[in-house]
């Protein structure tokens, strides 16, 4: 991306229309996904003052200077930007319209945003939210259309209306509600606009504290505190959940903060809010040295099934060996959620660990490690795949480990070894059950003369390909035996 940045401050005067358009375009998308606001505008000026767009690019221009002056927080600028796009290009699309409006309550403009308020989707939560900072619809109408909406379509913007009208309201168990809610259903296109985990956790403390002055609490008295929670913990959840929340981070002993710790997040997952609690627990602001290892493996876990892979690895990495679990299975888990949180490196490493272990595996782990090495090959990851099925050819058996065998011959095709993949597949065709080939011995024989092809064992490959021609009855894997032999 800086090379293509630099690229483009560097063309001269002069330059060919079609190579002004090849260069400036992607520098000007590129600099507005980087945060680049000035240079995004520099390269579109120059594109328009050249006349060197037209047409779909001319427009995609207009929207990136609109994009660049709302990233740098230049609302008057965007907002005159917006209204010349929409006089030049009336109607603007719903698609347009819902990202103007967007971009304009973000920067707290709803009284100008007001001018495409027609042009939203009913459905869109955005547009309840616009009509609620306009005042156009008042905090307790904004509720009642919201609520129902939120648990006919479930999403962080109808939540985030509640929240916004309960503020307003001065209702706090209810804007408690709406930010777990929000923090559950919220995306990384939602997450912009909502207030995340440090809103929820300092509307809990808030809470807590208002609570706690009702009740005479007294500060450092965690018993009485915890007590209190305790007994609203069915009849007023939300408050229970901040007051938990509040010793879970200023309790005055470390006892205290551990109880609290679970009790919240105990609190969160039975009231189906899982995520809501990983997401807060895993807020930037908190040191994982002071959560109790129960509540990061938990949390960890809901990480793993809800595909949060890198907030799984920040709350996993560094614990010891969970109670009841084989340490490969642990060490295989820890690693599936590095490769698919993208950490490839430290991935391999933890694999390479488990496999280095001697002795079988459990049934289950076996099962795991197989549908790992898998997804790895799918993925494109072979050299992660590999020492795990190397592993996996010594322990399974019967027909799940001539499919190890054959994935090991992927493996080993897609890391350039194609004499040790051809060996693989033949191994994998060797150990069926029957004289009889069938299906996958068919499909590792093909795959075997394929590999000793590319290898240049041309006599071997050319047995192979003869081989799937006598006993294959499926015309796309005889098609490929013919073409094949013909070019050997």
Known sequence: MRDLLARAERLPAGVATPTLRACLMPAARTAVATGQGAAARRHAARLLWQGAASGDELRELRLLVIESYVADRHGGDAYRSMLRFDLDHRPVERRTATRFVTALLDLGMAKEAVNWLASLD??????????LQAGLVEPEAAINLARPAAIKRPGAGWWEIIARAARTQGRRALRIEALEQQLQHSTPASSSRAGGARELWQTYFSAARESADRQHLLDNDDAGWSAFAASRATTDPMIARAVFAHLARRGATPGARTNAQLQLELSLQLAKLEVAALRLF???????????????????????????????????EGLELPPGLAPVDWQLRLAAAMMRAGQLDVGVAQITQAVAATGPWPPDVVKRASALSLEFLDAGHAGAAEPLLAALAQRADGLERRHVLFNLGRASDMTGKPLAAAEHYLRSAAHADSNLPDALARQARLAAGLSLA???????????????????????????????????
């Open 122 to 131: 009913d459905g869109d939560p955005i547009k309840l939210m616009l009509r």
């Open 282 to 316: 895993n807020d930037a602001d908190i040191d994982l040295a002071t959560l109790d290892p129960r509540l990061r493996y938990a949390l960890g876990g809901v990480g793993e099934t809800h595909g949060l892979h890198a907030a799984a690895v920040r709350m996993w």
């Open 454 to 488: 590319r290898g240049g064992y041309r006599d071997d490959a050319r047995a192979q390909f003869e081989w799937v021609l006598r006993n294959s009855r499926d015309p796309v894997q005889q098609d490929v035996a013919r073409r094949e032999l013909k070019k050997l």
